[in-house]
RNA sequence: CGCGGGGUAGAGCAGUUGGUAGCUCGUCGGGCUCAUAACCCGGAGGUCGUGUGGUUCAAGUCCCACCCCCGCAA
């Protein structure tokens, strides 16, 4: 089939390499232009673009969509079907309409669960223990097209956010082949969604990332993985030192002391919560400093017991 | 030249007003113990990021240049 592919970050070059596997003809590849980041703010290509270039695929990188000049550009590839995975700009009605086959997005949620910008991450900070991805025709709402086929993952009590979508990538990746699969033998089932049980996934706010030791014990954890490896949770040490948070664990001990208070002096990092429970951090990154162990953070002496972990004072 | 932190034994850190390096852990050997991630004794392991750089009688410690890592901000 000839594929126009839409698509930005590594989550997106799975499927973009599954479908060059699968010997579907990539009559272009749009991705969003290259962003300035890191401490240099150097120009970096996303991932995608970075793949399609190896692949030797055109590659666009349009400012808009809603212009004469992609317009023509989507007449010229005359794609059969669009593919859309995590692009990240909203495609305008005159886009969805162009291709004869539609335009199949794949989401990295179990439709109509989760629908908008960070589906995974939100499954991940609610404690979801089922996870996984829909591929659906686009339609103009956000998220609401008809679903075609899900894959579902059970991710690990400690798992992150980083591995889940490596697997939900992958899964996603599968599922996107075996629906153009069907869709070229004329099988393809469309289910609409029943949007009386959608739920949003809003893209995480900066304020998000700040840990509240007053909540429970389960709820840090989850937001500890789900921000992990990036952007990462972050707390404050008695000093005033940004602590960001990579990866915690639940030992499931009570504990009778005050919220962010640390109950150990080596050894295991124990804070106690706002519900009694313990969080063991197991991985930290301390503002300056390479990420290590919870263990060998403690080694150096930063944090002892009866310190109290939290927001910076003003 | 956006702001800032850091590069010292395998790991995490300390190192005061410059005088050839310490701590916790790990590791190796021995001991104690029914046993142990516990305890005791002992050992190995470091050109202190790079520069056959500058200052100095003497530099991890001051100055200069460069490389690398990280946080903030975007």
Redesign the pocket.
């Known amino acids: 089939m000839k594929i126009l592919f839409m698509g930005t970050p590594a989550f997106a070059v799975v499927s973009l390499d599954a479908l060059v596997a699968a010997g579907h003809g990539i009559c272009g590849v749009v991705t969003k232009k290259d ?7 150097r120009l970096t290509p996303p991932p995608v673009k970075t793949r399609a270039k190896e692949l030797g695929l055109p590659v666009f990188q349009p400012d808009t969509l809603r212009d004469e000049a992609f317009s023509e550009l989507l007449c010229r590839l005359d794609p059969e079907l669009i593919v859309v995975v995590a692009y990240g700009k909203i495609l305008p009605a005159s886009v969805l309409s162009y291709p004869p086959r539609g335009c199949v997005n794949v989401h990295g949620s179990l439709l109509p669960a989760y629908r908008g910008a960070a589906p995974m991450q939100r499954s991940l900070m609610d404690g979801q223990e089922t996870v996984g991805v829909t591929t659906m025709m686009m339609d103009e709402g956000m998220d609401t097209g008809d679903m075609l086929l899900t894959r579902t993952y059970r991710p690990g009590e400690n798992e992150c956010f980083g591995s889940v979508s490596d697997a939900l990538a992958r899964l996603g990746a599968d599922a996107l082949t075996e629906t153009l699969r069907l869709m070229e033998a004329g099988s393809l089932v469309r289910v609409p969604q029943d949007g009386r049980l959608a739920t949003f996934a809003p893209k995480i706010e ?1 304020s998000e990332e700040t840990l509240d030791f007053s909540l429970p014990a389960r709820v840090l954890h989850n937001r500890i993985r789900a921000l992990s490896p990036a ?2 949770c ?1 707390t404050f040490t008695p000093g005033g030192a ?1 602590l ?1 948070i990579v990866s915690s664990s639940l030992p499931g001990l009570a504990a009778a002391g005050e919220a962010g208070e640390v109950l150990t002096d ?1 050894g295991n990092l124990l804070v106690c919560c706002g519900d009694g429970q313990t969080l063991e951090i197991t991985e930290l ?9 919870a ?8 944090l002892k017991k009866g310190d109290r972990l939290g927001r910076k004072e003003n």
């Open positions: 962003t300035p980041q890191g401490r240099k703010m900066k952007p990462l972050r940004l960001k080596g990154l301390p503002e300056g400093k390479q990420r290590m162990k263990a060998d953070y403690l080694r150096g002496r930063k």
